[in-house]
T-cell receptor
Framework: DQQVKQNSPSLSVQEGRISILNCDYTNSMFDYFLWYKKYPAEGPTFLISISSIKDKNEDGRFTVFLNKSAKHLSLHIVPSQPGDSAVYFCAAQNSGGSNYKLTFGKGTLLTVNP | DGGITQSPKYLFRKEGQNVTLSCEQNLNHDAMYWYRQDPGQGLRLIYYSQIVNDFQKGDIAEGYSVSREKKESFPLTVTSAQKNPTAFYLC?????????????FGQGTRLTVV
């Protein structure tokens, strides 16, 4: 069973507009969420994270929103740039589980068109 | 330069042969992880280790083995029992603490079995 779901395999936006990437989770024990960005044939790079005690975390152009009751989080990129084109993975963690392993979604390919 | 080094970047092996993928980190991280990426599958956890001389199976451990003799090293052996070994393999590490739960990834090894 897939505990972290990214239901949109791909998303295409125009440069300068907002990109919104969505992620849903089913495990109520997850309390820490991360977004990773990945280029082809490279390892993922950590982008931004949010703890379940918050509903928003912002870092420059990137903002992550968490809706615990809906078990839903989203990553907003404003303004989108062509260099943002990559696969974005949502990941979740049960920090009380003492192993800090990450459970990943299948990723969303973001394409930002000039 | 602190980081995680995976070697080699590309690896070719004949079917039926065991192969070992290297992962070294100098970030002083306690926890290390191995993930596998297949097209459309996201990242799936193979094995993880929280401390030296201890490791646990992840979601898809069959056909793989690991060791953790040193804090800096977490090699992964893909055995002949692994039915579909061709994939992109990613190693990650983290402090494995509530204060610093983020995992950081190496650049990956593309294994092709022919």
């Amino acid at each position: 069973d897939q505990q972290v779901k990214q239901n949109s395999p791909s998303l295409s936006v125009q440069e300068g507009r907002i990109s919104i990437l969505n992620c849903d989770y089913t495990n109520s024990m997850f309390d820490y969420f991360l977004w990773y960005k990945k280029y082809p044939a490279e390892g993922p790079t950590f982008l931004i994270s949010i703890s379940s005690i918050k509903d928003k975390n912002e870092d420059g152009r990137f903002t992550v929103f968490l809706n615990k009751s809906a078990k839903h989080l989203s990553l907003h990129i404003v303004p989108s740039q062509p260099g943002d084109s990559a696969v974005y993975f949502c990941a979740a963690q049960n920090s009380g589980g003492s192993n800090y392993k990450l459970t990943f979604g299948k990723g969303t390919l973001l394409t930002v068109n000039p | 330069d602190g980081g995680i080094t995976q070697s080699p970047k590309y690896l070719f092996r004949k079917e039926g042969q065991n192969v070992t993928l290297s992962c070294e980190q100098n970030l002083n991280h306690d926890a290390m992880y191995w993930y596998r990426q297949d097209p459309g599958q996201g990242l799936r956890l193979i094995y993880y280790s929280q401390i030296v001389n201890d490791f646990q199976k992840g979601d898809i451990a069959e056909g793989y083995s690991v060791s953790r003799e040193k804090k800096e090293s977490f090699p992964l052996t893909v055995t002949s029992a692994q039915k579909n070994p061709t994939a992109f393999y990613l190693c990650a590490s983290s402090f494995g603490t509530l204060a610093f739960p983020e995992a950081f990834f190496g650049q990956g090894t593309r294994l092709t079995v022919v």
